[in-house]
Every structure is written in structure tokens, then in C-alpha cells.
């Protein structure tokens, strides 16, 4: 049983949902990533998404581009964040790690290479934005060779015989976007996802999580209600840019903003 599912299962059995906030590796610092994913955890995160910097995200707003120009001015790589997630590991072994990024890094390091590497450090899943179920065939093998899940995106537009399709690809979990247009948009409506996800579920008995648009812990726990997991990514990023320069009082805005939506959702 991989980590993503036996993290599920643990909530499912004591009636929660999954909290799955996202950092951009190497923001704003190399050497601030670890702490910053303790520091997540410490404050109720239950898997963590971390983004592999990219000079062309394509389905990132704003405020993940911008970690992302940092990240990178930084020199960090692909392999850079793989070394992150295995520095992670040597005091947490139980929480999920997804990485989150782009298919071009993938396959300049190469497929067998990138899994393998992966694997080793810890790496419990793979969300690759610009690669869709059809073209991923080769990838998606040898992530399950390696015990790693291949995670990947449904949207409003999705079609019926499409999420199916999507869905029987995925392992771990399903992730919806929640709204059409980039990370930290506006316009979510919970009870149109609430339908959305209704109708995803006929198709799979995968947890499914909800991410872009989620800026508050007020949406966080509507949307708890009724999806398995909720992401977190612009609206944490935004809340951190001002602490950049001060690594304590950053990990502090840090534990705040993710407990305080722990909270909500537990509530809910």
C-alpha cells in the first residue's frame, strides 16, 4: 500500500479530509524548503504538494510564477528538488510528498532516471500538468514499477468519457480544478464543484482533491464537505512573500495560515 493511500485511509477512518498544501521548491531559499515542509506538517498538513520551479507554468497565476523566477535565480533543478524530498525524509517518513511541475525537466533528466531517483528519495507521487493520460503511457509505467502514483487533473470542462479515462490513469488520488483559468484565480462556486465532484465519483473510488481558487479557510471547509482533500497554493504563497527575509517569522506565517485552515476544515 503506498503512502498516499494509507495517508487516505487513516482519515477516512477517523472522519477527516486531506489538508495539501503546495511550496515551490527553492522558494525562497534552497535551504528554506526543508523547514518550510516540517513546518507544514507541524501545522496539520497531511500530504504535501511540492512544485518543481519551471520558466513556463503554464497553468500558474501569478504568484506561483513569481516563486518559481526565484526558485530558479537560485539554480535549482529538477534533481535539486529530489535531493530536497530526500533531506525531508530523514526526519519524516510518513508523509506523502507529490512533486508538481512540467514535463520538460522530466524528460531532460530522463524518465528511468527521474523514477528512479525519485523513488529512492521518497517521492511518493507525480503531477505532470502539461502531460495528459493519452501521451503518458511510458511515464505512468515506470512510475508504478517504482510504487510512485501518477496523479492527474480533471477540470470543468472535462468531459464525461474523458474523466473516465482520466480517472482509470490515476492512482493515489484525483485532482479537480476547481475553476477554469490558473492557479489563485477568482470565481470558485462550491456548489457547482460540489455537482462536479458527484459526477467524478461514478467514475472512480479514488479519494479526489480540489485545488486553484482556494484562498480562505471559510472555502477550505466548504469545500471539505465534500471533496477528500483540499489544495492550497497562491493564497499560502502570497501570505508568505513578506516574510521571505526572515526564515523564523516565515515558518511562523507558515504554521498560522495552514493551521488556521486545518481548523476550519476540522471544524466543518
Do not use: W
Not at 7 to 25: D, M, V, W
Not at 76 to 99: C, E, H, Q, Y
Not at 135 to 164: C, G, I
Request: glycine fraction near 8%.
Amino acid at each position: 500500500m503506498s503512502r498516499i493511500q494509507s495517508c487516505f485511509e487513516a482519515l477516512r477512518r477517523n472522519r477527516r479530509k486531506a489538508l495539501i498544501p503546495f511550496l515551490t521548491a527553492g522558494d525562497p531559499t534552497p535551504q528554506s524548503t526543508v523547514p518550510l515542509m516540517h513546518a507544514l506538517v507541524e501545522a496539520g498538513a497531511d500530504l504535501l504538494e511540492l512544485g518543481v520551479p519551471f520558466s513556463d507554468p503554464m497553468a500558474d497565476g501569478p504568484v506561483i510564477q513569481r516563486a518559481s523566477e526565484r526558485a530558479l535565480k537560485h539554480g535549482v533543478s529538477l534533481r535539486d528538488v529530489i535531493g530536497m524530498v530526500a533531506g525531508f525524509r530523514k526526519n519524516d517518513i510518513r508523509t506523502p510528498v507529490v512533486l508538481m511541475g512540467y514535463l520538460n525537466p522530466i524528460e531532460v533528466m530522463g524518465y528511468e532516471a527521474f523514477v528512479d531517483e525519485a523513488a529512492r528519495a521518497g517521492v511518493d507521487g507525480v503531477l505532470t500538468v502539461d502531460l495528459p493520460p493519452e501521451e503518458a503511457a511510458p511515464l505512468a509505467a515506470l512510475l508504478r514499477k517504482y510504487d510512485l502514483d501518477p496523479v492527474f487533473l480533471l477540470s470543468p470542462t472535462t468531459s464525461e468519457e474523458r474523466a473516465a479515462r482520466i480517472c482509470q490513469a490515476s492512482s493515489g488520488f484525483v485532482y479537480y480544478v476547481s475553476l477554469k483559468g490558473v492557479t489563485g484565480a477568482g470565481g470558485l462556486k462550491v456548489d457547482d464543484v460540489a455537482a462536479r465532484i458527484g459526477a467524478i465519483r461514478k467514475h472512480t473510488q479514488l479519494p479526489i482533491g480540489v485545488g486553484f481558487g482556494i484562498k480562505d479557510p471559510a472555502t477550505a471547509a466548504r469545500l471539505s464537505k465534500v471533496a477528500d482533500a483540499v489544495v492550497v497554493a497562491s493564497a499560502l504563497l502570497s501570505a508568505m512573500e513578506p516574510a521571505h527575509a526572515d526564515p523564523e517569522k516565515l515558518r511562523g506565517v507558515v504554521r498560522g495560515f495552514v493551521s488556521g485552515l486545518r481548523a476550519a476544515m476540522d471544524a466543518a
